[in-house]
């Protein structure tokens, strides 16, 4: 949902709100006429997410109402760029892209946030990747099809992990030099804390959460979803006390279905 709850007063809220204008889903956020500027805030995409810690990463924006909003990111690699989940498609955020490097990899956490990954495929003839548990009729020609439960690498430091529940394809990237976790639509933060989103759920609450459990055994210390907040710990060590606790606390709420 996109709501705007006070005007720029500044250039630097200006341009957050035309980023938000060009990145709102259902296109709520207009203007009484077309900004004369708005041309300079579609260069600025994709966003670095922090350029000084984590290098490389971006938020592409342009979000798309059929992936229910979900956000997507774009990873700089030297073995080839990595699209997690499919922004709605615009040539200007292709181009910039496109002088970025373009997309080696699309990488699709789940079937719910595919948007318009058949035109970015088209436009970089780049691979798409999703597992087989959610493969679709508007997905049934994904070039790389994952298969099992994992995990498996896009080279040395890329690793895709298999987390099932909210789909049984749900699969979460894994990048080890930031120690950085992509989890889509898995794991996210709201306003009440750490979320799987049950009422959400299209497969399964409880293996959902076996999945966040399964998350503990890997080095990372953010979550980036696709929804609600990002997630950054301390430490590992802190890391895996929170997901430990959500976990034992999740196991108790849904204490029934373990039965």
Known sequence: MSAVYKQPTSSEDRLKALQALLSCPTSSIRTEVPPPDILEAQKTFPIPVDEKKLPGVYHCGYHSEKSYGAASYLIIHPGGNILIDSPRFTEK??????????????????????????????????????????????????????????????????????????????????YKPLKILFTGDHLMMTESGLSIMEMYNKYSVPKQVDSVQKLIQFDFDLIIPGHGWRIEFKHIQEKNTVLEAFVGESYNQYSSSYK
């Open 93 to 174: 955020l292709a181009k910039e892209i496109e002088t970025m490097g373009g997309v080696r990899y699309l990488f699709l956490t789940h079937k719910d946030d595919v948007a318009d990954h058949a035109k970015w495929a088209t436009r970089f003839s780049c691979d798409r990747i999703l597992h087989t548990e959610d493969v679709e009729i508007c997905t049934a020609d994904v070039e790389m099809k994952l298969e099992g439960n994992g995990p498996w690498s896009l080279g040395d430091d890329i690793m895709l992990v298999h987390a099932p529940g909210h789909t049984e394809g749900t699969v979460c990237l894994l």
